[in-house]
């Protein structure tokens, strides 16, 4: 019996060590990649390891317990990124002129659904209503969708609410009349530049300079590698074959997005630093807040949920659930947050959307 204890401790102090590893690439992200991407998402089975370890070894050697309790307290420190205690009710003062911005995957609208289901068309009529009367100021929309009929018109619908300006993807300027899918930002401010950069199909960003009365606000909205996981599929398998085969497919897709949203933080903190406006930056980031670009983020900017938010955040409406990978961040030095909320109770898509409220500061 005691071999095997002696056995196992060893495994776990290797475990331990594992997971100082793991702390190590979150604080300091000295370097992303796919094995960091893969070791950095373990976080939270790492920290549920350690808890289950903690009343193991208390069991079996009350001394050893002191390991998965330093480990806790340690990991005690990305407390913030993973839960919120903030307020539910705003802090802006009375007469304090405010905006919000909302982001939302929107799902092509259930664009792919069969229309022809009466509850489907009922799904999307709720879903364009619901968006349109948000009350948000500005909407960051990845996977938005238009076209000219009835049941998609959404260009229209939130043109009737007051969003009088919006950019798409520049390659389909042209195509005012046709067909939209992708990345999209409407304003009821308006906006008075505007660039994109396109990275792969509909992932990408847009940065929007929007006027809000005397003052200039970049809003860079972005829609980050998808990896497109059918998590639904893997989990369905009844067979070893299919469960190897579709382990290998997640697998490989995980490890493709980790390596491609690594370099297309590049460009989005290029597109940071240069700005000479207050900024905000949201959408679909794809990436945990263990990961290596939501760390990068977090060193350049602020995190809305992290400072006005409730209880974990989930934003994902699908496999595996409790993710957030919906994210905004913004400047503290010239703008202050004064909300933040995430609707988890809207269900229309396959992620939830969230709304933070702004107001400037003056210097």
């Given at each position: 019996m005691k071999g095997i204890i002696r056995f196992l401790w060893f495994l776990y102090k290797c475990f331990a060590f594992y997971t100082?590893?793991?702390?190590?690439?979150i604080l300091w992200i000295p370097f992303g990649g796919w094995l960091a991407g893969f070791m950095m998402m373990s976080f939270p089975v790492v920290i549920i390891v350690h808890m289950v370890s903690l009343p193991v070894w208390l069991i079996a050697d009350a001394r050893k317990a002191f390991l998965p309790l330093?480990?806790?307290?340690?990991g005690g420190i990305f407390l913030p990124r993973t839960y919120a205690f903030g307020s539910k009710n705003s802090d802006s003062a009375e007469n304090e002129k405010?905006?919000?911005v909302m982001?939302?995957?929107?799902?092509?609208?259930?664009?792919?659904?069969?229309?022809?289901?009466?509850?489907v068309k009922r799904h999307i009529r709720e879903m364009?209503?619901?968006v349109s009367n948000s009350q948000a100021d500005i909407l960051c929309m990845p996977e938005y969708y238009d076209n000219s009929s009835n049941l998609f018109s959404v260009n229209d619908a939130l043109r009737?609410?007051?969003y009088q300006y919006y950019v798409f993807y520049n390659k389909t300027r042209k195509q005012q009349n046709k067909a939209y899918s992708g990345l999209a930002v409407f304003s009821k401010f308006p906006i008075i530049a505007s660039r994109d950069?396109?990275?792969?199909?509909?992932?990408?960003m847009i940065q929007a300079d929007i006027k809000i009365k005397s003052d200039t606000v970049r809003i860079i909205a972005l829609h980050l590698y998808s990896m497109t996981l059918q998590l639904g599929n893997l989990v369905s398998q009844k067979e070893m074959e299919g469960v190897k085969k579709e382990s290998k497919t997640t697998l490989r897709q995980m490890k493709r997005g980790f390596t491609r949203r690594s370099m297309e933080v590049r460009v989005l903190e290029s597109w940071v630093k240069a700005s000479p406006y207050p900024i905000i930056v949201c959408g679909d980031f794809n990436e945990v807040p263990y990961g290596y670009v939501y760390g990068r983020m977090r060193k350049l900017l602020n995190n809305s949920f992290e400072e006005k938010g409730n209880g974990f955040g989930f934003t994902y409406n699908h496999l595996p659930y409790f993710i957030r990978i919906d994210h905004q961040f913004y400047s503290s030095g010239n703008l202050r947050l004064t909300?933040?909320?995430?609707?988890?109770?809207i269900k229309h898509s396959d992620h939830y959307p969230v709304m933070g409220e702004y107001a400037i500061v003056k210097k």
């Amino acid at each position: 019996m005691k071999g095997i204890i002696r056995f196992l401790w060893f495994l776990y102090k290797c475990f331990a060590f594992y997971t100082l590893v793991i702390y190590i690439l979150i604080l300091w992200i000295p370097f992303g990649g796919w094995l960091a991407g893969f070791m950095m998402m373990s976080f939270p089975v790492v920290i549920i390891v350690h808890m289950v370890s903690l009343p193991v070894w208390l069991i079996a050697d009350a001394r050893k317990a002191f390991l998965p309790l330093t480990m806790l307290l340690a990991g005690g420190i990305f407390l913030p990124r993973t839960y919120a205690f903030g307020s539910k009710n705003s802090d802006s003062a009375e007469n304090e002129k405010t905006f919000k911005v909302m982001n939302y995957n929107t799902h092509v609208f259930q664009r792919d659904s069969d229309i022809k289901l009466p509850y489907v068309k009922r799904h999307i009529r709720e879903m364009k209503a619901w968006v349109s009367n948000s009350q948000a100021d500005i909407l960051c929309m990845p996977e938005y969708y238009d076209n000219s009929s009835n049941l998609f018109s959404v260009n229209d619908a939130l043109r009737k609410k007051g969003y009088q300006y919006y950019v798409f993807y520049n390659k389909t300027r042209k195509q005012q009349n046709k067909a939209y899918s992708g990345l999209a930002v409407f304003s009821k401010f308006p906006i008075i530049a505007s660039r994109d950069t396109i990275f792969e199909s509909q992932n990408g960003m847009i940065q929007a300079d929007i006027k809000i009365k005397s003052d200039t606000v970049r809003i860079i909205a972005l829609h980050l590698y998808s990896m497109t996981l059918q998590l639904g599929n893997l989990v369905s398998q009844k067979e070893m074959e299919g469960v190897k085969k579709e382990s290998k497919t997640t697998l490989r897709q995980m490890k493709r997005g980790f390596t491609r949203r690594s370099m297309e933080v590049r460009v989005l903190e290029s597109w940071v630093k240069a700005s000479p406006y207050p900024i905000i930056v949201c959408g679909d980031f794809n990436e945990v807040p263990y990961g290596y670009v939501y760390g990068r983020m977090r060193k350049l900017l602020n995190n809305s949920f992290e400072e006005k938010g409730n209880g974990f955040g989930f934003t994902y409406n699908h496999l595996p659930y409790f993710i957030r990978i919906d994210h905004q961040f913004y400047s503290s030095g010239n703008l202050r947050l004064t909300d933040f909320i995430t609707y988890n109770k809207i269900k229309h898509s396959d992620h939830y959307p969230v709304m933070g409220e702004y107001a400037i500061v003056k210097k």
